[in-house]
């Protein structure tokens, strides 16, 4: 799941106003950069290289220690101190490990297969980004409309008010990430557009992914916090 982490974080500053924004969004996807971490580390390489090539369907990639059941344990007690101290609240410490523990539930229902520890443990999720990905995304895009409609009631339930144009651009970046997951679900930009095979030496996979998530992490701190009280 890419976006829907996203909404999760929306949820926790509004429930818990003491966190700061960027810290939520970042603590939401916390095992996605450990992955990418991981990635360039020779841990948890990810294929295939070219992003013209990669589709959620072929993405191959053993997350084992970024997200594997039984490394979890210890991400969940990593977050609950960063929290802790960088807040100096156990409230927030314990909002950042619910804010992992949701990450991998989401991801158990929509994205890659985890495990309990290394492919030939046992499975701890559907993988349906390999077997389904139109149903991953899906479910992605529902429980995305679902969190955003409980993000906005909620705020209206305190007297918060947005423009329609800061609306648009907070739904907007939720649905760039649908969108594009969903033109890459099982055709890849090269087969789309009919690139030919080539290398400028920065087309890889990872890279662009992590423009992806910065790009979304920057416009989210961007534009949700432009609000006005009543």
């Given at each position: 799941m890419l976006a829907g982490h996203f909404t999760t974080a929306l949820i926790a500053k509004q429930k818990f106003p003491k966190g700061i924004l960027l810290y939520f969004l970042i603590i939401s996807q916390l095992q996605d950069i450990l992955w990418f971490t991981f990635h360039y580390l020779g841990l948890e390489p990810t294929d295939p290289s070219d992003a013209f090539d990669a589709t959620l369907s072929n993405m191959a990639v053993d997350m084992l220690y970024s997200h594997d059941l039984a490394p979890l344990l210890f991400w969940l007690a990593i977050a609950f101190?960063?929290?802790?101290?960088?807040?100096?609240?156990?409230?927030?410490?314990?909002?950042?490990?619910?804010?992992?523990?949701?990450?991998?539930?989401?991801?158990?229902?929509?994205?890659?297969?985890?495990?309990?520890?290394?492919?030939?443990?046992?499975?701890?999720?559907?993988?349906?980004?390999?077997?389904?990905?139109?149903?991953?995304?899906?479910?992605?895009?529902?429980?995305?409309?679902?969190?955003?409609?409980?993000?906005?009631?909620?705020?209206?339930?305190?007297?918060?008010?947005?423009?329609?144009?800061?609306?648009?651009?907070?739904?907007?970046?939720?649905?760039?990430?649908?969108?594009?997951?969903?033109?890459?679900?099982?055709?890849?930009?090269?087969?789309?557009?009919?690139i030919p095979e080539f290398d400028l030496g920065f087309n890889t996979n990872m890279p662009t992914l992590i423009f992806t998530y910065a790009v979304m992490l920057y416009c989210l701190n961007y534009f949700v916090p432009k609000y006005k009280v009543a």
């Open positions: 101190v960063i929290g802790k101290l960088l807040f100096k609240s156990t409230q927030i410490g314990l909002v950042s490990m619910v804010l992992v523990f949701v990450h991998f539930v989401l991801d158990f229902f929509s994205g890659h297969m985890h495990h309990l520890f290394g492919a030939g443990t046992m499975e701890a999720g559907l993988g349906l980004y390999a077997s389904s990905t139109y149903l991953a995304i899906l479910i992605e895009a529902i429980f995305s409309i679902g969190a955003l409609w409980y993000f906005f009631r909620g705020e209206a339930k305190k007297g918060i008010i947005r423009t329609t144009k800061n609306k648009v651009s907070i739904i907007s970046v939720f649905a760039y990430g649908i969108i594009f997951m969903s033109l890459i679900a099982t055709r890849s930009f090269r087969e789309l557009l009919s």
